[in-house]
């Protein structure tokens, strides 16, 4: 966001992180994560915060580590702000 020259604080950004586990193979192992990102972002910003986000995983270094082991689902709700 900081490079979109969308500030991330104070209170600007919260996200919720799920994990679901399964034993597929009778093991247990993390086969999903889902993220959902609530932003606040100034009028205007509503495109280059979505642009960013739908970016994001590729250059993420967890979800590039865990790429092909873990299915990740991202989400958003932005809320623009004066």
């Not at 950004?13 to 597929?24: D, F």
């Amino acid at each position: 966001m900081a490079a979109r020259k969308i500030p991330p604080y104070p209170n600007k950004l919260k996200t919720s992180v799920v994990g679901t586990i399964e034993a597929p193979e009778g093991v247990l192992k993390i086969t999903e994560i889902q993220c959902h990102y609530e932003l606040k972002v100034p009028i205007g910003k509503r495109d280059a915060a979505e642009r960013a986000l739908q970016v994001f995983e590729a250059g993420c270094p967890v979800a590039q580590t865990l790429k092909g082991c873990v299915k990740f689902k991202h989400t958003w709700t932005i809320e623009e702000y004066e």
